[in-house]
């Protein structure tokens, strides 16, 4: 008699194929988890050099994430994020708009849904838009965007970027209700927050027989089935590294992970590209084997 953890799992489990020829599977490949990298740090460092525009020569300034999102495809990646921010701390209009012509897989823009935003999404129509919330002060986002307190906003924000023919996403906490909420909303994905997780996870040294990490787990599973059981893309992000990644990768039905400062970080000693590449390949492997 199985328990309900399993029932669980049998419930949302995506199915596994199998190739017996030599070769790429092509619908193997079709149900592998992908990566989008996130290049926010990389603008980052470069504004260290050039605070406010950078490279008043004209040249960009160095490091330049347009570059760095070209070694991210080369890497493997599955499409490049980047979250355009009201004080532009990072990520330049500048960017958004070279990325947007130069990115050969999907341009993901993280924004916050305000007026300003909107029409910068309007006119630069990336392939997905994913709303969040944004704090001034904050590092980097650091909570899910509360859909259930503002259903109305966002259900006029969502509409208006998928007549655009935007795919539009939601990054919320591992909270069903705001699963719901999504839903009622109209989002086509739900990237799930996995920060508490990953705090969970150094905290436990990734011992998955303390309670703290499994009910951190526990929370992202069970709010990826809801999100896949109300048809919408099951995604996470949010504090993910080479030491954590596996856990969350394979987990049932997950489509995408979106991951930035670990593989920036990991870049400093092995190349951009190689970042990529080694995390794109612990994903899969977690995926697969699960």
Known sequence: MGTESDERMSACQRPIAYCLVPGPCPLLQSLMIQLG????HVATLRQARYPGEPD?????GEPDPVRAAHEAELGGADGITVHLREDRRHMTDRDVGLLRRLVKV??????????????IARQTRPHTAMLVPEGREEVTTEGGLDVLGQVDRLG?????LKERG????????????????????????????TGPYAHAFAACGGDLRKDKLKDQLRLVEEAGCVIREL??????????????????AGLAGIDELHIGHSIVCRSVYVGFRQAVADMKALMVRASVLS
Do not use: W
């Open 56 to 60: 008043p020569m004209g040249g960009g």
């Open 106 to 119: 999907k341009l993901n823009l993280e924004m916050a849904a305000t007026e300003e935003m909107i029409e």
């Open 37 to 40: 990298v996130n290049i926010d």
């Open 166 to 193: 935007m795919i539009v996403s939601a990054f919320i906490d591992p909270d069903t209700q705001q699963v719901q909420a999504a839903a009622k909303v109209g989002f086509d994905v739900c990237e799930v927050h």
């Open 156 to 160: 006029e924000v969502v509409a208006e």
């Open 231 to 248: 048809g919408m893309r099951f995604n996470a992000g949010h504090a993910l590294n080479y030491h954590n990644v596996h856990l969350i």
